[in-house]
Each structure stands twice: as C-alpha cells, then as structure tokens.
C-alpha cells in the first residue's frame, strides 16, 4: 500500500505504472481498477482560475490509511495506491489517483469506488476555488457522481 499527498502535480495514469512494477508477484493479480480524478475549469456555471486544497496534516494521513485499510479488509485488496494533491491546482491537473489490485475485477471495482467515495465524504480536504473575480470555498462534495 502507498498513500501520498502531492503538493506538485503528477500524472495519474504514469503512476499506476510505475506502482505497478513494484508490486511483488503482480502475476497474481487478475484485476486493477484505478480512478484518476482531474480539476474541472468550470464549476457551478463559474470559470474556476485555479483551487486551493487545505489539509489536516497528520489527522489527513492518518484518515487516508484507514480508508485504504477498510477497503483492503472490506475486499480482497493485495495493493493499492492512493496518491492526492495538496496547495494549488490548475485547471486540467490530476487531483486524485487511485489504483486496487485483487485477484478478481469485483472486488477491485468496489474497492476503488469505496475509496474514492469515503475521499469525497470523509477525508479532512477543503477546496478554495479562485474565480475571476473572487474567491470561494466548496460546501459540498459531489458523492456518487
């Protein structure tokens, strides 16, 4: 398992790669799912300059591993890598990636989605969006979209 928060940026699909040839023994896996989520120009109808992720430094890191640890005790999880940006994000830039490995694809798919919904709904983030002309923080997350 590898979790990180990311002050710079990082292309998520490279680093499913990457993590990938660490794995031991990743003939034994049967399925990966992976989520790489990216920071949207627009948001409720407003251009969105850039975003601005706050964290809880240590209560984060801490959440991340238990969402991660669920997961791998809720399923088969035999890796995962869990990796989220930090400070500013630019429009088009990954905020999120999240890769599962299992023996089976059932098992991966809920896997990721756990992660990733427990991410939108319990991990210690706030989202500062800098329009044009001000700026704003997110109230609410989007869980299940």
Known sequence: MRI???????????EVQEYRKSIPAVSDYGACSNFVGTMR???????????????????????????????????EVL??????????????EDIVAI????????????????????LKST???WKKEQLQNEDRWVKNNSPGQ
């Open 99 to 118: 890769a599962v490995w299992s023996t089976h694809r059932k098992d991966a798919f809920a896997a990721c989605r756990d992660i990733m919904e427990a």
């Open 41 to 75: 120009e627009y948001n409720q109808g407003d251009q969105v300059v850039s975003m601005y992720l706050e964290h809880y430094s240590g209560m984060t890191e801490e959440q991340l591993e238990a969402i991660v640890g669920k997961a791998q005790n809720d399923y």
């Open 123 to 125: 991990a210690p983030f």
């Open 4 to 14: 990180e928060l990311r002050k710079t940026g990082f292309d998520g699909f490279a």
């Open 79 to 92: 890796a995962a890598l869990l990796l989220h940006r930090i400070g500013e994000v630019q429009p088009g």
